[in-house]
């Protein structure tokens, strides 16, 4: 019996000492680990979906982005320091030879695949400078004991250089950038191109005017309670209802870019991407080629263009008139040295 009560006594406190471990471990916080992906290695191929834009979409998006990112995680060294300068052709199309071959994707989106690959490993980059130079990592002292793939060796070249004052002017630099982006976005990775088609399906109004300008602050919309989170994208959603009031009115009349959002924000649009859709997408995608392009495409006004008007008419009568007395000198003296009689 006393050995039965010393044994019972002794499993008891085993347990509660395990409890209360157990405890400890659920009251830390815990820290999102890397990406492995071990249950897709031996899946596929996948048959990926793509809108008009040229951007996955559907049930394979996800994970297809994370492969993407896995991938030139694994192959792309961290110490090259431009992805379009530095990283050789032959390792991009290594890249693109095992993502096109676990996710069937067309030729003709190679271009698309390596961009978003070169994005991924720029932000891998970000990340391990914010979680083990700027701050200290709870659980790793060093990326290398994280990520097989990094060496000892490199992730000290890549610290030193992180560390440099010439990497710290460059990323102020960087920083100084970023605040002019006053109307960030709330997407996560997933961005608009995964987005839109949720938007538009979940949209029960039907009175609703879907456009780019809808897409934009939806964006910047908080999916969990609709609410807009910052007082300078409200504004601008404020100036939409307006302009929208505008061109229902006939007020206002869009003209490609030149449309509700545009109005609203008080910018003209930037050649190379849209406002509203995703990185990539250029003006011509979404507007298409103006024919007969107007002096309003190329962003000059009324004024502007009445003023050039008079001077180039200026310029032609100066050079007409110059002309006329050249020719009139040049027969007066052919007429005087002949003898002629002027008509």
Known sequence: MEDHDASGGDK?????????????TQTKKRTRGPTTLKKEEDKGPFLLQ????????????????SYCGKKVRCQVNINFDDWDKDVEDSLKN????????????????????????????????????????????PKYD????????????????????????????????????????????????????????????????????????????KGRTKSSDGEVPDEKIQKVQDEMVEWRKKVKSGEFVPHRYDDVLSRSLKKKEHSGRVRGFPGGVTIKDVFGTSHGTSHRDVG???QQVAEITERVRNDTIKSLSSLIRRRLD?????VEANGLKST
């Open 142 to 217: 060093s990326p290398a004991d994280c990520y097989s793939f990094i060496e000892p060796a490199d992730w000290e070249k890549f610290k030193a250089y992180r560390e440099s004052d010439e990497f710290k002017e460059k990323s102020k630099k960087a920083a100084e950038s970023i605040k002019h982006n006053e109307h960030p976005h709330v997407m996560g990775r997933r961005g608009y191109n995964q987005r839109i088609p949720e938007w538009i399906a979940s949209s029960s109004n039907s009175d609703e005017v879907i456009d780019r300008s809808w897409y934009w602050i």
């Open 300 to 302: 000059i006004s009324d």
């Open 50 to 65: 793509w809108d008009k834009a040229g951007f996955p979409t559907g049930r394979y998006a996800t994970k297809f982005a």
């Open 12 to 24: 008891t406190n085993e347990n509660s000492g395990g409890d209360k471990t157990k405890k400890q």
């Open 94 to 137: 290594l890249l693109w030879k095992d993502i096109s071959a676990k996710y069937l994707v067309n030729e003709t989106h190679k271009k698309d695949v390596l961009i978003n690959c070169g994005a991924k490993w720029r932000d891998f980059k970000g990340k391990l400078t914010r979680k083990y130079i700027r701050n200290k990592h």
């Open 330 to 334: 040049k027969r007066s003296g052919y």
